[in-house]
């Protein structure tokens, strides 16, 4: 079964390059690594959180500018 790992960058928690490098550093252990893909965090669930009551654990956190996701783009091409 291909492996796709999907990385999501939240500015402050998961967006240095030594965050990724631990990221690529675990999926490359996989034989069926095909990808590795950093994803910009958003907040495009806080509607829902609010509409069922719930503290969304991120709402302290920016959303992710799209330079800091270009930066990590280099974990596209870690597979094994």
């Known amino acids: 079964v291909p492996l796709w790992v999907r ?11 030594e ?7 675990l999926a490359r252990k996989y034989s069926n690594l095909e990808k ?3 994803l ?3 907040k495009l669930c806080v509607p829902k959180y ?4 719930i503290p969304f654990p ?3 956190c ?3 500018p799209a330079d800091t ?3 990590l783009r280099f974990l596209e091409n870690l597979k094994n």
């Open 7 to 17: 990385h999501v960058v939240v500015p402050g928690l998961t967006d240095s390059p």
């Open 19 to 25: 965050s990724a490098a631990r990221i690529a550093g």
């Open 36 to 38: 590795i893909e950093p």
């Open 40 to 42: 910009p965090s958003r």
């Open 50 to 53: 609010e509409a069922m009551g």
């Open 58 to 60: 991120l709402a302290d």
């Open 62 to 64: 920016r959303e992710c």
């Open 69 to 71: 996701v270009e930066s």
